[in-house]
């Protein structure tokens, strides 16, 4: 019996769209705000203006929204950035969170 196959010449690759992280900024009332703006400048490649506006949000609201990352590089800023504070004994706090 013949047989008749038909060969798929093309396979479509599609791309998982990769899960977003938000690295925020909490509130504390102890870390200078320099020393805020400092590390969002080092580890998040802010500029001094965006920097201090970030800071400023979070002193006034208790928290800000920092960045959104893939998951390993906002869980490797985050520590980073808590490194920082606590080199300096400071409670300065930024935790990672799934995008909605
Ligand atoms: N609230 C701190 C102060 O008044 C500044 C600060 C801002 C700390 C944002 C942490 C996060 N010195």
Redesign the pocket.
Known sequence: MDQIVERRTRTRVRAERPKLYKVI?????????AF?VGVLKGVFRMTEGEAYGV??T??RRGACVVAVYTREVAETKTRAANARGRAEGYP?AFTTERES
Do not use: E, I, K, Q
Request: charged share 20%; aromatic share 6%.
């Open positions: 900024l909490l509130n504390d009332d102890f870390t200078p705000r805020v800071m400023l979070a002193h300065l």
